[in-house]
């Protein structure tokens, strides 16, 4: 179990080597529909895969249509049943002497809402993850607030989800001039997550814990004579803390990009939340990567890192993608190259069962083991976790 973040900062480490936005030439976007995948299927509501939580999308009318588009599936594992959000964002507070007096009476909705607004993402013990088109997340809660009152870190990395996604809605829906077109502020929208999330859970409701965030935006950049058609892919990655996003090659077998993680002191990730000095603006590191139509983005919780090195995510992600084009995985909507119709669902999850084997292992050899060991203390096995991943395929849109 990792410790919440101490009451005091210590020195931040370096990110990896980053990509000048400014050398990014934009072409201009048409609007048309935008579809929200949810594990192999697309649908313009995104819905939790117990079937009881629903994801709120804008009107899809109004959105953008980028040159690229992610085709998505996740997988999740949770070490233990997730503590309850507590009220008023689990259902609504008693209106009337009629209404039962638990907030947890079966009669109730039990949908989670913040501000009159349906929670985006989806809740995986104390994980929360994010999947569209053009945005994956996976954001890591700090199990131990689990054991303390009013320690809810499950909400506060489902929040900080629930939070970034409308902040890069609403700046990508704002009203712009021909000469100013769209930019990702990446820092932006998850400084503007974690602020409203501190007012979410302060005064009345009170709830206490940290997370861990990271997430990828895809972006693109035009050609040469600034045209859509010759544009190529591009993702902003946002990072705080030890979750990681990582782009592979699977027809390449190779590692495109992994982000750095972000640590105190062993075990003891940057995160964002109550006693944590650690911000957005002042901690989050971004990078730009540039993509290639068939590359996989995969946004993952520590729960896949610390019990599979990088070359073995590799190595399974690859083996999926040529098993699901072979046939496998289940049944596909549409032409199987690359993954597509269906295979990401099915890399993401073959990807938390091989981490799952390992972190159930008492015997098995895991980088956390091994760093373990680095640092003085006795370990072996996998580390038992929160398991998430989001895969998301890079596609032209229109194919």
């Known amino acids: 179990m990792r410790r919440p973040h101490p009451s005091f900062l210590l020195a931040s480490s370096t990110g990896p080597a980053r990509i000048s936005a400014s050398s990014i030439r934009l072409a201009r976007w048409r609007r048309c529909p935008q579809q929200t995948a949810v594990g192999n299927r697309s649908s313009t509501t995104a819905t939790e895969a117990s079937g009881r939580v629903t994801t ?57 809402f913040v501000d009159g607004e349906l929670i985006r993402g989806w809740t995986n013990g104390d994980d929360a993850v994010y999947a569209s088109d053009n945005f994956i997340c996976a954001n890591d809660g700090v199990g131990a607030w689990s054991a303390r009152p009013r320690g809810h870190a499950g909400l506060w990395s489902r929040l900080i989800l ?57 972006f693109y950049k035009a050609g040469t004579n600034g045209s859509a058609s010759c544009a190529s892919p591009l993702i902003y990655v946002t990072n705080l803390g030890d979750s990681q996003v990582m782009v592979i090659r699977p027809i390449r077998q190779e590692i495109v990009y992994k982000s750095k993680e972000q640590w105190h002191w062993f075990d003891c990730p940057r995160q964002l939340g109550t006693n944590s000095p650690d911000t957005p603006i002042q901690n ?116």
């Open 56 to 112: 709120p999308l804008p009107d899809p009318d109004s959105m953008p249509k980028l040159p690229f588009r992610f085709e998505t599936g996740f997988a999740l594992f949770a070490k233990r049943t997730p503590r309850p959000f507590p009220p008023p964002f689990l259902s609504p507070p008693s209106g009337s002497f009629s209404d039962p007096l638990s907030t947890h009476h079966q009669s109730r909705d039990k949908r989670a």
């Open 284 to 399: 989050a590191v971004v990078d730009t990567v540039e993509l290639q139509e068939g590359d996989v983005v995969l946004a993952m919780s520590d729960g896949v890192i610390d019990n599979l090195w990088a070359h073995e995510i590799v190595a399974n992600v690859s083996k999926s993608v040529e098993r699901w084009e072979a046939g496998e995985g289940g049944q596909a909507s549409g032409p199987r190259k690359d993954g597509a119709n269906g295979g990401m669902t099915f890399v993401a999850q073959e990807l938390v069962n091989t981490a799952k084997q390992i972190a159930k292992d008492p015997f098995a050899e895991s980088p956390f083991m091994e760093h373990a060991i680095e640092e003085g203390l006795a370990s072996e096995g996998g580390k038992l976790d929160d398991i998430s991943v989001v895969a998301a395929l890079c596609q032209r849109n229109g194919t």
């Open 162 to 218: 629930h939070f970034w996604v409308a902040a890069i809605q609403e700046d990508i829906m704002r009203p712009r001039s021909p000469d100013r077109p769209y930019q990702p502020d990446p820092i932006s929208y998850l400084q503007q997550a974690y602020e409203r999330t501190i007012k979410a859970t302060s005064g009345p409701n009170n709830c206490l814990g940290t997370t861990t965030v990271t997430g990828a935006q895809l």
